[in-house]
Structure formats: C-alpha cells, structure tokens
C-alpha cells in the first residue's frame, strides 16, 4: 500500500460528514469469486445533525476494532440516534451487533426486505432487535440541519439495498452501488491510485446480473444534485460524481446492436461428435425459422469458449443447448457454458435441450434441470434420438423448432391436460 | 377425489389436478414460467399473480404474509410454492 496518509482518525468528507471505515489491504480474494488486486475497504459513515447523530453502514466484523476506534473520535455513542443500513451483508454488518449493544438507544432505518435479514444476522446474539423503520423512497430522518432521504434501490446486489441522500450537502450513501474493491489509504478518488479497472471489474461480476434494477436505480439518482457519492467499498468519489452514474448507465445498456429489434432472438448452441447432434441443431434451428418473427442464431461450441458468448445469452430470448451423451452426462463445454452465466440475468429465457445419444441418453434431462434450476422456463420436452436420426426424427426437431418458435411469439395453441398424464 | 383445473396463462396449458395439489407441483412439470428459490417460502423467487380463481386456494399462512409484506407484494399474489388449490378453476402467471 502507498505510504500511510491515514491515521486511526475519521476523516471529513464534508462538513459534519466523517468517513469511519476500515482498511482491508491483503485481501485477494472477496465472497469466492472476485480478485482483489490491492485489498478492499468497508465503508462506513457518520452525520452529524443538531439534534442526532446518524452511522450509515458499519464494517466486516474482524475490522470492528477499527471502526469503533474510529467511530469514537467523532462521536460518543449515547449520541447515536439513527444507524442506516443500506445493505446488510455480513462486510457491512459485521460491526452491527456489538453496534447496538453501545447504542441501545438508537433506531435503525433499513429497506422492507431488509427485515427478514437483520433478524437472521441478530438470531446467534439471542438479543431482541432494536427498533427498527421500514422505509423506502422519499422517507426521511431529520437531525435537526440535517436530512437524510431514502431510496429504494433492491437487488443492487441483494434484495435489500437501499440508498441514502444527504439532502443539504448533496451527498449519496450507495451501499454497493458506485463501489469496487480498491484499498488506498488516501481515501478520495482524484487522490487514490488509477482504480478504473476495479470498478469496472466490479461492476462486471456484481451489478450486471441486476442491469434491469441498475437503470431504475438510475432513473431515480440521475435527477438529484450530487456532490459526492459515498459507496460502501472503494473510493470516496468526490471529484466528478455525476461521471460515474453516466457510466454505470452505459454500462447497464444492451451491448450488442440488435438489428432485428422487433424479432425475438433463439441462439441454439450445441455439440456434436458425429455429427448427428449437428444435423438435430440445424433441423431444430431451419423449424424455428420457418414460423417468422424469430432471428435464429446456430453455434457450434466446439468453436467458442463460454466467455465469449456471454454478451449474446443476456440478450437471447430464448436458448437450446444440444448435447450428445458421453459417459452417461452431457459433454464439459455445454456445462461451462451454463457454469458462466453467473454474471447475466437469465431468469424467465426460454430453455430447450435436445441431443443424440448412443446407450442411455441422460444428457437431455439433466441440461433441462440445469436450465430450470438457472430459472429460465422450459416449456417444451426435449429431444433424444438414438444415433442418426431418420426423416421423421428430423420432422420431430423441425417441429421442436417451431414449438419454441411458438412459444417465444406468443403463438401457442391452448391446451388441456390431466396431471395424472405427466410424469 | 375432487378436482381443479389451474391455467398456466404464460404457456396456455390448463391441467386437472386433485384437490390439495400445490402450484410447485404442477408449474414445472408443464413448463410455465413460474420460477423457484428456496421452495419453503421463504425467498419470495416464486411470487405468482392470480388472476383469477384465488378464493379457491388454501389461505396464506402467517409466514406466508409475512413474506409477501416484507417483499411489498402487490395484492392478488401468492407464492407458487406454497399455494395450494382447494377446487375450482385457478388462472395464475408468474409476477
């Protein structure tokens, strides 16, 4: 870490506003799945009104001791009225415990669906819960000079964030939002090392799963007057605020230029080891067409590694997999391919699976429970055909492509069955 | 055994169950788009609106309403996985 510009004092962000967090410099690797190159920081923050005294946010529970240390060159903790949680994962929360038992008197401000969690988290302490409000957009605190202004921005990255504004001082608390993991103690963004790769890496492998919540949590921070964003990890960003909302817009928006706008979109990948597999992916693929109203895209996967087609699967409306059945399960790459999709949002797609198979053919079924466990819908059964598949086993995936065809333009016939029927 | 019928509006499908049936025994089965988490009622993941027929399933438990208040669900909706048909005819689509 650059040479210590930071002491064991809350340092002003703004007149009354202290940042109180802790340092985590080693850290390399964050919640599994991210690299953090130079560590992280847990953001936390105090306001100071006439009448109240507010902590927004606390800190993984292991760097508690610095927080508090913190927390008490600013603050002492009878004076605590407000604690804000705008999100309630354990490196926010973890300091929120041993919080409420200094401040018993406190109330705690927090979305609807942060509820449920803040009783979880506070189910080992066996204490009761403090009070505890409920808020959402345009709900505000009063510290006497000082108002603070919720909004409700969920699923950013859990269903329990929230935002809060400073109003006079023009300040945004994002939580995640607006955050990366960058640990440098000079703490503001025009001071701080070039930190661009981490925030757009975060952004990447957090937030873009929820690109749909992102937007609305845009459409609502885009009209205010920001001063200063003040996330839960990273930099302060002092310099140029509104930069980053701009970006995270950019960010959220579809990537690929669809020309097709109108149509529904059908990518079908698929595998094939003599070519049978193949020609059901193509048959499959020439059905869908023939409905209209349906861009159909064919992929052979053998040519491609999952990251590259992470773009076209956000954007797909629907998707069939075609495997052939190796050792009793479908073959690695389609697995990868499903293993990757952590960072998009799938839910609701339409999923199909389809495959020829020599001996038993298991491939088929388990692709579609991956796809009903990724929660896209699969309303179509799939296709397994033993080896080479004949004319009519060809009609039946000409007729399987039309069938999804059908389902992703609203075309579908109504039917009636008895649930004694199916499986 | 008496029955119901629950029309899947999504995909178009309306199936005959025997009275007691739950939506989440039955929606993935005929591939309708309703979607499932934790499946015990918890996660909110299956939120399902009922658009018509909701006089005919079982009463939400308190657990149930709990959740569906603390996830500002919009009257009229349940969740699939713990909804369970009494009778009647049910139209439901995912939320």
Same mark, same amino acid.
């Given at each position: 870490m650059v040479a210590a510009a930071l002491t064991d004092n809350a340092v002003e962000i703004a007149p009354g506003v202290h940042w109180v967090g802790a340092l985590d410099p080693h850290?390399? =690797?964050?919640?599994?799945?991210? @690299?953090?190159? &130079?560590?992280? +920081?847990? &953001? =936390?923050?105090?306001?100071? $009104?006439?009448n109240g005294v507010a902590i927004?946010?606390?800190? @993984?529970? &292991?760097?508690?001791?610095?927080?508090?240390?913190r927390l008490e060159t600013v603050a002492k903790? #009878?004076?605590?009225?407000?604690?804000?949680?705008?999100?309630?994962?354990?490196?926010?929360? $973890?300091?929120?415990? #041993?919080?409420?038992?200094?401040?018993?008197?406190?109330?705690?401000?927090? /979305?609807s669906r942060a509820q449920m969690m803040l009783k979880a988290l506070l189910k080992p302490t066996g204490e009761p819960p403090p009070e505890y409000i409920p808020v959402t957009t345009d709900d505000t605190v009063d510290l006497g000079g000082r108002t603070l202004r919720f909004l409700h921005t969920p699923y950013l990255h859990w269903p329990d964030t929230q935002c809060t504004y400073l109003e006079e001082e023009g300040i945004l608390f994002t939580g995640d939002i607006f955050g990366c993991h960058f640990c440098d103690n000079r703490l503001f963004n025009d001071t701080v090392g070039d930190f661009r790769f981490s925030f757009e890496y975060y952004y990447a492998h957090i937030m873009r799963p929820f690109r749909e919540y992102v937007l609305d949590a845009i459409a609502l921070i885009e009209p205010l007057d920001i001063q200063l964003i003040a996330p839960a990890h990273g930099p302060v960003l002092r310099h140029k605020p509104r930069d980053y909302v701009h970006r995270y817009r950019e960010l959220a928006t579809p990537r690929l230029f669809n020309e097709a706008r109108?149509? @529904?979109?059908?990518?079908?990948?698929?595998? /094939?080891?003599?070519g049978n597999t193949r020609r059901m992916a193509e048959a499959l693929a020439a059905g869908a067409e023939s409905l209209g109203g349906?861009?159909? +895209?064919?992929?052979?996967?053998? $040519?491609? #590694?999952?990251?590259?087609f992470t773009d076209l699967v956000e954007e797909a409306d629907g998707l069939a997999f075609g495997s052939p059945t190796i050792n009793a399960d479908a073959v690695k790459p389609i697995w990868d391919l499903l293993s990757s999709l952590t960072t998009v949002n799938v839910k609701g797609k339409l999923g199909a699976a389809f495959g020829s198979y020599g001996w038993s053919g298991e491939a088929v079924r388990l692709i579609e429970d991956r796809l009903r466990g990724l929660k896209l819908r699969v309303p179509v059964e799939g296709l397994r055909? @033993?080896?080479?598949?004949?004319? /009519?086993?060809?009609e039946a995936c000409r007729a399987l492509g039309e069938q999804l065809a059908r389902h992703l333009t609203g075309r579908v016939e109504h039917r009636e069955i008895d649930l004694a029927m199916l499986a | 055994m008496p029955k119901a019928k629950v029309t899947f509006q999504d995909i178009g499908v309306t199936?005959?169950?025997?009275?007691?049936?739950?939506?989440?025994?039955?929606s993935e089965k005929v591939g309708a788009g309703i979607t499932y988490g934790c499946r015990e009622g918890e996660c909110c993941t299956c939120l399902t609106k009922i658009v018509s027929g909701g006089e005919h399933l079982a009463p939400p438990s308190m657990l149930e309403d709990q959740v569906l208040k603390d996830n500002l669900a919009p009257r009229g909706h349940r969740l699939a996985c713990q909804a369970q048909i009494l009778g009647g005819d049910i139209v439901v689509k995912p939320a």
């Open positions: 850290l390399r =690797s964050f919640d599994i799945i991210l @690299k953090t190159a &130079n560590g992280t +920081s847990y &953001n =936390s923050y105090v306001v100071r $009104g006439e927004i946010d606390t800190v @993984k529970e &292991n760097f508690a001791d610095d927080f508090f240390r903790y #009878e004076e605590i009225t407000t604690i804000v949680l705008n999100h309630l994962e354990p490196d926010h929360s $973890g300091a929120l415990p #041993e919080l409420l038992k200094r401040a018993p008197q406190a109330k705690v401000y927090l /979305s109108s149509e @529904k979109t059908l990518v079908v990948f698929y595998l /094939s080891a003599y349906v861009r159909v +895209s064919l992929y052979d996967l053998e $040519g491609g #590694e999952a990251d590259i055909i @033993k080896l080479v598949p004949d004319a /009519s086993e060809l | 199936v005959t169950v025997p009275a007691g049936t739950r939506l989440i025994e039955v």
